[in-house]
């Protein structure tokens, strides 16, 4: 069959392909897909069935959205025609897509033969049949038991109660992935133990172990079949090295939507502290029984924050003064220790003590007083003080008063446990009117300070002393407090609802207990997930001061839970949680009592109660109130207890148990049946008039009953067999007014109601709402838990899919008529998309992951129960056609919303996209895969087809990148062993093999062409995370297993080689992920079946492509390891494609030679191992021997230079056998060039041209290299004699030696520039007899002062090497007709100094090769123009643009004569560019600075009495800069110390200056003088140079000035003061290849006072010109006019030029005639142009300064007039004179 994307790759030419291998495996028969959807657009839509699937009838939005969808069908089918007709990669997805044939390739024996002929595939071929599997677990307990014990009453519950008591026993129904773990990314960011180098490699071998001389290795003779054997050998250990990736150190990208394992709900995931109480003894005794309640208060917000810890410390004895008590003990109500529970350690939390004892029927002050006396109380009042006790005991056994309270700071300001090990805890006596609130505004002033201005507060130390120490009680009470870690788990624990927790051994007696924390809405972390129905009653105060019976004192309550309103005396249920001594649950509590008083305060009251399950209206709390007769009276029995009145607290309000706040109630004197219903009010009589005397507070802790009244409200609704409409859509609306906090502890419960609803109520707007009141739930639970980027999901969400939703959510009855759940969300969800604005699908968006894995989890249940999922075999039939049809309309409209979304809410987008990846992979395991790839292939192919926008790229790869994760991927893409059928059909049967990678190549390739850097590194990165993930999973570790997953990507070698360009200007760390994608595929791929048949098969322009690819992954890496693994990944395919290509790279102008040898360049230019290079050597060895012609015999080339210079530097390091190697393989080159062309000539010119080379790295150790060039000329003259070859080798040696030396000379002069200038350029000089040598030199002194950023050297260096190569070209006659310069006279604009520079040797081009001159590609047109552009690069980097243009005169002529106009454009575009920079640039350039240096000191040596002028960069402004730059230059060697610098007044201008200096100067000191100097310039020349650039270009005579007098001073007056001028000339004019030119020439000239006087007024006249002639250009500096009019014409400041003129031209009879009449017309000059300036100026000045303007016109005139006199007067100079 003809495959219709043959023709879409047009990297591919027929005429120049190599013959296809004929030996190749016959393609593969593509087999036709199962199962497979219809074809349509990439984004578009299914027409939908005339019913709706499973037979449900038709809902109104269901046929509007089927009528909408079809329609887009329609106008999209006819689109997409259009598109395959136009564009062929659409025609190829297409064509794909129709012949999928995966589900039966994974089900055909193939895969079994597959796995029997190679077993170390079995985890890339072999999925076991419960892969996906559904599981029914236990659910995990914490406790020995259920939480829902057997005594929960719920038969008569509503029926979402049963639905909770559900959810907290029913088992886990999990969908269990065995392979989950495999379809991560996380690896990618787990490092291993850090990548190290080969042990070999870390041995200094430069020992004495080391072979001497020369390797024999290399000498001895070359055998191909060896070689191949090595080459075997080389790939077969490329396998034993480490994995690429896990040395590759680029970025990694987060996690991207981690799947995994979530941990089921724990809500004790809070700091937990361990409370033991040791000991409570008092000073007195311990012979009352006391009894102790603790719990946590936060006293700034005045809250209590856990439930309170009852315990007593009673001995046996004491406790048996109460008879019940001790009959009641269990081991939970004897335990002394417990847990509390620190949602938010703080500060501000305390725990709170209550200490409790009998009744005593005294005021607390008087029953505590002899405790307080301690040791000091009597014996005989403390017998007294016993026997009380024990009648108390008998009589009022039951009742207890409060005795003392404390407290204990538990947190540090850092949240750190403050107490720990022995904590004692101070007591004080208790008052009769401390209640909560009062607590804990005792500690806080107690432990706070308040600032009243802004009522801040500064804690305490935790460790000051209380205000109420003065009132403490002589005790001792001893705690223990710890941090639990962890997990950590005590023996013997029960929790706070008292079941016993794991673990729990038989025999505990010592329990510990865990205490209800009270979460605050901001410290909810997870559902509750235990069954748990707990009430909370607190008794704050009673006023009975109003009660009819005045003996209203004494009060004591009882609390009771009734199921009903019978009898108020009834005895309660046993529900009330006992206390310390108690039984564990009792039917009533008594509270303590305070004596004396009518209303009492509670402190810490707590009453705890286990709510039934089944509570109704009818269940209420009765509180009874007795005044207990505490004294006995005489002969009189009295009755303790005396009842005043009772209190209903009811527990239901508005349909939900009473709210968790304050409330109070009235207190009923009297009694009556059913005293709860309305018509008792009238029977009952209230205290005070029936005012609400009793408050209280309550507290709910439960996990079937929410407080919130809308939840409360839905649950009941949704729970109903049946509901109306309306009324279900008001609970809906009423969830969104339900606090996040309720939602989160009641979500289980309430997801599995909301997706009860969506199942069976198929209305639209139930259906709709539902949908939506789902996902504003799962919203507002997600909000509470910020989530990363890659989870998507919270813990709570992920937990709850795991775990707890099973395909009959909120099944608490049997619904045959219910919707499976998967179609119930996907109707639900595409009913409400044409009505997206109403309700606002973003929220649905926002949660999309969560439907799709409702979804996803049901289809997965379903299959289950039919038995399918498991079923061996193809899955073309598990799902019907219709839920397939309805779930692709669903994609393929999620797909448009994504589209839609990037527009307005990237974000959302981005969300959306990530949940339908993740779908996506899990259809994949459990439908029809074709179909799957259907639906990946439409979906990605949909988001930006054409790959322009950044965003929708990023969007696509992530998608690609998540479903590319799946654990099963690589199976999904058949990894069998396909060999090419086509090479120009490479990517297309590539794409039918392996379908998904197909599509991501595909992606990839057209994204890598983009100009947009974003677009390329989103598509790289993605598939380099990819390939990584791959790489590293453990399952495919073995060779074979890796070499089938980079055989599945072989097309990547074709793209990347396809954009080889792009790959090589990309940036780095861009480049990085590029190349070790490529390198990958390289290392792992088939080489025979697939790599060596590509490049056998490929055109010649691929290849090429493909090796500058792998030149540019040459020098991408910089980490050591990663670099030496992908370099030996080079090698070894660079040695199979040399071995393959052999013929080719053989013949002449080849294309294929440059770039073999750039990348084994490459490689080697690197400072690599030593194992690499003995392996790099070998490689070359076998290149020497095989293409000896491309080396020794083509014309004009390189190669042998190229593979000198990197052997020679291999001799020069410190490893023997490295260097041993090398000059053997020196040694080699030497041989074959001889045995070639009968002449060693190349070689000895390309050697001293590659240890020229080496001449830049400045250093003096060349001992190793110097040895073994002794071992070369010892072999020499063993093998060859000292004659003929011999003595040309000894030859080659003693000028590689020069070389060194001038080397080692440089390297000497390193801290003196510009003695390094002058070597590099003297050395050059030397080389006049062999060009390619000074074309070396040249270019290492212009690497140079590129470095020192001397860019006008650097570009008169490569001036210098174009005028070479300029003679070259006349002499061959190459330059004629092409608009090149044609001799050196041509650059004398740019290059003064060209034509003085020595010439070419008199060789004649046809003699060249012979004579081994202009070998280098230097030496040719292309040459030259290399040499230009760099030249202009230099000039425009160092701000010399008129010379950068002229340079690029020479371009523009050439690309005209050349026809070139698109070249010739680009020319002129940049000279425009360097134009309008000139212009936007005038005025404001700086050139560079020069001055005369001059040296006298015998120390100088040869330097001694010479003068240099140096040319300084511009920022170099002042004489101290370069002083103290020569003195740290010169001080390394001369010693600084030792260098003095001398004064400018000292005169050294002559011989005898400089001896009669000398003859009295310190010899061990080195003298220098600086003066600064300025380009010097006759009137003539002046003329011509009219611009900065001209007075600063082709520059040699400098002048400076030196003022004296002919007195000693060098000062003096006006009329007495001289000025010599000396004028130095120097032997090259600037800019040269050097900064410092030596002066040769020197002119003094000496100036009378008046010719002083004349100059000073030229230089003012030429000042003003110079800003009137800028007026031309519309820019003059007015700030410097103004500068200049201010000190010529200002009456305040004209003393200069007045006094000028009655100095010299009043008297003008005492100087020379011809002077006064200079000075006289100097002076007239400077008026007129004054009088210009003053016009100039008044022109351009604004009204603010037209004061100054005044001033200067009045200076002007008053000047003028004073001037005018004179000038008559000295007039008669001139008359005189003549006569």
Known sequence: MADPGADLDPRHDQDER?????????????????????????????KMSSASPSGQPPTRAWAKMRSSFSQAKRVQTEVVEEVHESHPREALIGDVLKSLHVEKTLTDKKIADEVKSHPELKAMFVVAEDDVAVEEQPRQLRTVTTSVTDDVDVSNAEPFVQEAIRLFNQPWTRVHKKSLEYGSYANLLTDSSPPSLPAEDSVDFDGATAPPGLDEHVLRNFNEQEEAKRRTALAQKLMSHQPLFTVYDGPRNPVLCARGNPQAYDDQNCMRVLFEAEKLEFAVGNFEPMFVSVAIYDVIRRVKVTESFNFDLNSDGVISLLPERKAGRTPKSTARAAIFPVERPSPDLFLAVKVEKIQSGQENAAAVEPYMKGSGLRPKDKEKLVAQVNVNAQRLGKFLQPFAHGYLPLFDDNGRLHCGKATRIQLTRSKNDLGDDSFCDLVSKDFYLKNKGNEARSRRSVNATPLLERKLLPCDFVVNCRQLKPNEEIPGCVTSTLLPVIPFPPETKQVTREMQAFTDKQEASAPLSEYMHTFYFYPISVNLNRHPNSSSRNVALKIRLLPDDEDPHAPGLPVCYGRSSQPDFCTEIITSSTYHQTRPWFFNEEVKIRLPANVCNSHHLVVHFYH????????????????????????????????????????????????????????????????????????????IYSQEYNLNAFLHVASLPTTQEIQLTRSLNGLGDVDGFTQLRFFPLLANMLLHTLRSHTEDEVAKNTLFSLARVLGTVSSLFPTKMNTEQTPVLQTYLAYLLDDHAAAHRTDDDALPLHLAVMRAWLAALPERKKYCLDSVYKQSLFFFDVISKSLTLKLAREKSLTAAGSRANRIDKDTLQELDTLLAAVCEEVYRWHVGNQKLARRLNRSVSLFFRDLFGILDRDVVIQMVTKYVCSIDPTNRDPVHVATKFECLTIICGYEHFLLINIPFEYPIEDVSKLFSQWWHQHPLIGLLLAEVDQCLSSENASIRQTAIRALRDILWKHDKDPRFADPLAKQRIANCFFPLIQIIASHHEIFDEAPEVEKSDWAVSLLFVLRHCSRAKLLRHWWRNDTQKSLVSFLRALFTCTSVFRQPVMEYESSFVILSVLEDFMGDNKKPISLRENPLIRPVFDVLQGLLDKAQPASFLLAAFDTIRWFINSFPETLFSFPNTTYCGELCYQLLRNTNINNAQIRSRAGSLIWLLIQVNFAQRQSIARMKLQATIAISRLAKSQSTEYAHLRKVMVDVTNMAMKKHGRDGLGAEIAGIVQRLNKVVDDSVRIAEFKFDPEMTQDLYYDVSVGYVDSPDLRVTWLENLANYHKAQKNFDEAAECELLIAALVTQYLFKAGLSQGTGLPLCTTDFESVAPNVDSEPKLPDVPPEKAAEEGVYQSDVFGIAGLLKRLKSASAYFKMGGRYEACLDVLVPFADYQQASRDYVKLGSVFSEMQQVCQTLVNTAGSRLFGNYYRVALVGERWGELNETEYIYKEKNEVLFVQVIKDRLVAQFGQKYGADRLEMLPNTLQLNTAADRKAFLATANKEKNYFQIVTVRPYFTKAELEDRLTPYERNHNIRHFMYETPFTKSTKAHGELSEQWKRKTILTTDRPFPYVKTRLLVTERKVIELSPIENAAELIEEKIHALQEILNAKHDGNPDLKSLQQNLQGTVLPMVNAGPMAIADIFLKNWKDYPAEHVLHLRACMKQLLVTCRFALALNKSQITAEQNDFQEACEDGYATISAALEPIFQEAAKAGKSSST
């Open 18 to 46: 190599h013959s296809s291998d004929p030996d190749d495996d016959p393609p593969a028969a593509a087999a036709p897909a199962s199962g497979n959807l219809d074809v349509p657009a990439a984004a578009g839509a299914r």
């Open 628 to 703: 207990l007769a505490c004294q006995q009276k005489r002969k009189k029995d009295v009755q303790v207890e005396n009842e005043l009145g009772f209190a209903v607290i009811p527990l239901f309000e508005d349909g939900r148990i009473v709210p968790d706040d304050q409330h109070a109630r009235p207190v009923s004197i009297t009694y009556c049946q059913h005293y709860m219903k309305p018509s008792a009010v009238d029977k009952l009589k209230y205290v005070d008039g029936g005012k609400q005397v009793f408050t209280y507070r309550t507290r709910l802790e439960s996990s």
